[in-house]
């Protein structure tokens, strides 16, 4: 059960204030010569008491609003499903682009423009999940941390479509992905959502310790690759006999993934419509048990107690007029 805690406690020091309605009256005093000779009047003494009770409960509750009254905050542990994702998102010039590699014009949508949108409704509809916001492009940039902060996870996707440069460094843009897991929970499911539309070329010296931190951080791994007109893609051969890393990028990062030893996964897609419905499939592979606490906001009570301090008090006010209506300048002789 929450406990009842107080701002400023300092004013209930002055609680014995509310005594005072005991010792002296609000209403005029009215000499006569005696009371003995007038008859019991249970009404008068029961309004009497009444107005007392009143004045008690005007200091009291006016005091105790002072003190600034509250029952505090609870955490409460429950259970969903979701998981840690990590967003590493290509900011490269080319995701300024259509997926027709062409600047936008009109009613058309850039690449980063219709990744913005589906990512957004993709956290939308898992509120449990912890996530954190990476760009690259010459060098990583951490955009936020992985935390439940649903409102700054979509403030940072909102900026994913600011031009950005040529250069696609996607080895630093994993070494800092992996990084952000150091300080998350480690019995949560782990993911790095790579969304990107090319893949530049990992230096080997790299590749072994990108390896290691995969294997240590024990995360999954899904590559959206956004393939544009033209290009071709993970499961493409290049024209000539050239099989360098340079001629074909992304499908010699799609075999450096696979070499990996972590569950991964990559998805190829043209338009949109296959950006969402990949990430819907993401969606349902990811949905494990993830245990959280929703912290609940503390209930104030000063507003409750300024409230009947008013109430007593007009009650008073109301008694006040009444008297001075009622007696007159016949009842002051």
Do not use: C
């Not at 949109?272 to 819907?280: P, Y």
């Amino acid at each position: 059960m929450s406990a009842l805690g107080f701002d400023h406690i300092e004013a209930l020091f002055l609680a014995p204030l509310a005594l005072i309605p005991f010792l002296r009256s609000i209403l005029r005093d009215t000499a006569i010569p005696s009371l003995l000779s007038a008859p019991v009047d249970s009404l008068s003494a029961l309004v009497g008491n009444i107005l007392k009770l009143s004045g008690v409960i005007g200091i009291g509750a006016s005091l105790f609003g002072a003190a600034g009254p509250h029952i505090a905050g609870a955490e409460i542990e429950r259970f969903a499903e979701g998981a840690q994702i990590v967003m590493l998102i290509d900011r490269s010039g080319s995701m300024n682009e259509t997926f027709a590699g062409r600047t936008p014009s009109g009613g058309e949508e850039s690449k980063a423009s219709a990744a913005k949108r589906i990512l957004k409704r993709f956290v939308e509809a898992r509120p449990h999940d912890l996530v954190g916001v990476a760009v690259f492009s010459t060098a990583p940039m951490l955009v936020t941390p992985i935390s439940d902060h649903l409102d700054a996870t979509k403030a940072a996707i909102d900026a994913i479509d600011r031009p950005g440069l040529d250069y696609t460094n996607i080895a630093s843009g994993l070494a800092m992905a992996l990084s952000m897991f150091k300080t998350s929970e480690a019995d949560l499911s782990r993911v790095i959502l790579l969304l990107s539309d090319g893949a530049g070329v990992i230096d080997p010296k790299l590749r072994d310790d990108l390896k290691a931190e995969f294997h240590k951080t024990n995360v999954s791994l899904y590559w959206l690759f956004l393939r544009a007109e033209g290009s071709t893609g993970i499961y493409g051969q290049p024209d000539g006999d050239d099989e360098s890393p340079q001629a074909a990028p992304e499908r010699h990062l799609d075999l450096f993934f696979r070499s990996l030893g972590v569950p991964y996964r990559a998805f190829e897609v043209e338009s949109a419509e296959e950006t969402e419905k990949a990430l819907k499939q993401i969606d349902r592979l990811e949905r494990n048990p993830v245990r959280y606490v929703e912290k609940m906001p503390r209930t104030d009570l000063s507003a409750s107690a300024f409230a009947l301090a008013l109430a007593a008090t007009a009650l008073l006010v109301v008694a006040k007029f009444a008297e001075v209506g009622l007696g007159g300048e016949g009842g002051a002789r």
